[in-house]
């Protein structure tokens, strides 16, 4: 059992007016997977409470589990996923194009290495950072040059004084994850060339209270952007926040070009009165009932398939999976197995619940229902599993909603 340290202050203003806003209980890290062997040990649970800072509108975790225990050895990979891989790949073909020959792009979290290869064969010197050592090494083994650290200021000096500046830096879904976020944009200071541009993508707080994504709420993801924290967390770096963009991925995402020296285009200002529009204290405060309401209703529909002899089965068992199953107390009895496509997943177990976690061809069973826990990537396994649908079986949401039809 690791310590966790309790975060006194904001993370993108340093101020220290936090208010406590949700808590959902004693949760297993998201990603920890447990091998059958681990199954009758006791597990370690930490507290997941979500703080809102009064000062910039920050929302972040109040209590912070050593980032060792949980990056180290990553079970989630980008390539499970088509649609991302080509996202991202699309991400950089774009950022890359108006680069100098030999120009030096640099991705943060570059977890194994697939968002780079979409750059792989121009004239430009490639570099993942990524502290999951198994990716690393994933990654290094196909020629993406990657290093197994995470990045700091530190890595970053040392990045510079062997490659030279950075004209991109590319870090999408990690800020999240990264607890001294000033140290990260120190880091972002020394590497990006004066020229360079940083690109983030951060899922972004507005959607996750529009359509209540709580399950996206888990301890590697220490912060919850609005994009006011986040101009608030660059200027403090003088690091100024250029344009915005809404993207679909992880149920609505914000991608942000930051750059050393320039002015902020419109696109700032509308995604700010978006923001503005949503009244985020309130909605933050409607989002403990609303997942509240979502464990009432998912066990409803579980408990009326039980009764009427309907198998149902889990789809899928991304982080946000053990969150939801967890903390909607959804255990075998009502949800028996659950399948992936992740090699390194199957045959585990899911934290907390217990799950047995089994390769997609098991479908053949053709259990009645799935419970669709990716739902973001709900277009691609509709597509993928087209041949459980056709015989019959039916994707339902995890949220209240109607069963997909093929
Ligand atoms: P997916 C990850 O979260 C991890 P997770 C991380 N912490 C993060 O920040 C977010 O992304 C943004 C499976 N699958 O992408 C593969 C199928 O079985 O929702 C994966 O296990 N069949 C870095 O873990 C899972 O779903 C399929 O056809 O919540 C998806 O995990 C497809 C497409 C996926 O991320
Ligand atoms: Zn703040």
Redo the contacts with the bound molecule.
């Keep these: 059992m690791f310590r966790t340290y309790a975060r006194r202050t904001c993370r993108a203003c340093a101020g220290s007016d936090l208010e406590p806003v949700l808590d959902l209980g004693q949760q297993p890290p998201a ?1 920890a997977f447990l091998l059958p062997s681990e199954l009758g040990q006791p597990e370690s649970k930490y507290p997941l409470v979500v703080n809102l800072c009064r000062n910039c509108g920050m929302v972040q975790l109040a209590d912070v589990v050593p980032a060792a225990l949980l990056f180290r050895e990553y079970l ?1 990979s980008t390539s ?5 891989v080509q996202h991202f790949q699309t991400l950089f073909q774009h950022a890359a194009a108006p680069l100098p020959g030999n120009a030096l792009v640099v991705e943060v979290g570059s977890n194994d290495g697939w968002a780079l290869e979409g750059i792989r064969t121009r004239n430009l010197r490639l570099l993942g950072i990524d502290p999951a050592t198994n990716l690393a090494a994933a990654a290094n083994a196909r020629g993406i040059r990657t290093l197994p650290e995470f990045f700091t200021a530190a890595v970053a000096q040392q990045v510079r004084e062997a490659d030279g500046f950075a004209h991109l830096i590319v870090a999408c ?1 990690v800020l ?2 990264v607890d001294d976020l000033d140290d990260f944009c120190g880091g972002v200071r020394t590497l990006l060339h004066p020229l360079g541009r940083l690109i983030v993508e951060v ?1 972004w707080l507005r959607d996750l209270l529009e359509f209540n994504e709580y399950d996206t709420i888990y301890h ?2 220490l912060s919850y952007f609005s994009l006011n924290a986040l101009i608030t967390l660059f200027a403090r770096h003088g690091l100024i926040l250029r344009d915005v963009e809404h993207v679909a991925t ?1 149920g609505g995402s914000l991608r942000i070009t930051v750059v050393k020296a320039g002015l902020p285009e419109h696109s700032v200002d509308w995604y700010m009165d978006k923001e503005r529009q949503q009244g985020q204290p309130a909605a933050l405060q409607a989002l403990a009932a609303a997942a509240a309401w979502n464990k009432q209703e998912l066990l409803e529909r579980l408990r009326v398939c039980q009764r009427r002899g309907l198998k149902v089965w889990g ?6 999976a053990t969150v939801r199953l967890n903390y909607c107390e959804i255990g075998p009895d009502l949800l028996p197995c659950i ?4 090699p390194a ?1 199957q045959g585990r177990h899911v934290p907390g619940t217990h799950q047995p976690i089994l390769p ?1 061809e098991a479908l053949s069973e053709q259990p009645d229902y799935c419970l669709l826990l ?1 739902w ?2 709900h277009e ?2 509709l597509r ?1 599993e087209e041949a459980y649908q056709l015989a019959g079986g039916r994707f339902i949401m995890p949220w209240a909603g109607r069963p997909s039809t093929p």
């Design positions: 990603n989630f499970s996923s088509q649609d991302m879904n999240g994850h899922p590697e993801h992880h789809y899928a068992a991304p982080a946000k399948v992936d496509t992740t997943k997609v990716a973001n990537h691609e396994i993928r």
